[in-house]
Structure formats: C-alpha cells, structure tokens
C-alpha cells in the first residue's frame, strides 16, 4: 500500500495495536515510522527560471549605484514563466 497516508495507517493498524495493550498515537507512531526510515521523503516541487549561463546580452545594474530616497524613483520589472508543458515555448510577461 505505497502512499497510503499516516492517519489511515494509524487508523488500520489500532486494533492491532490495542490487541497488544500498548497506547500508541498518530503523533507517537509517526516518530517510530521516522526512526525506522519508513516516512516517505516528499519531493521539492520547483521550477528552475533562472538560466545565468546563455549567450544573449546581459545588461548591468544600473540600480545598484543610485541612492533611493523617493517612492517610485526607480522601477523595475519581472519576467513571469508560465509551464506549458512544451520545452520547445515558453511564454513571459512583464
């Protein structure tokens, strides 16, 4: 049963575990599910957008050297990337 969640897992195993007379947990038998290395290691869903190493111009930062003492003395803009599901496109907007 690969993926099955915690509270089910707790929720399956009680009777047996009562048969036992021991009073575990959710809390207390996910500490011994990470003891025993049988937690599932979730996966870090992410993005790459930054691609630093490509022959198109790079332009300096021209902001880093002004001094900011207004609002709205400098503005800046972001390119937003959007996962088409396509590596052959991709879509910005600014």
């Known amino acids: 049963m690969s993926r099955l969640g915690g509270k089910k897992l707790h929720y ?33 869903n992410y993005t790459v957008t ?12 021209r902001v880093r050297s002004v001094a900011l003492i207004r609002p709205e003395q400098v503005w800046v803009a972001a390119i937003t990337y959007l996962n088409t599901g396509n590596s052959n496109f991709a879509t910005s907007a600014s």
Do not use: A, C, W
Request: no cysteine; hydrophobic share 35%.
């Open 50 to 61: 930054t691609n630093s190493k490509h022959g198109m111009l790079k332009y300096p930062n």
């Open 12 to 44: 399956l195993l009680k009777e047996g575990i009562d048969s036992y007379e021991v009073s575990v947990g959710r809390d207390k038998l996910f500490t011994i599910l990470r003891q025993e290395g049988l937690l599932i290691v979730k996966r870090k």
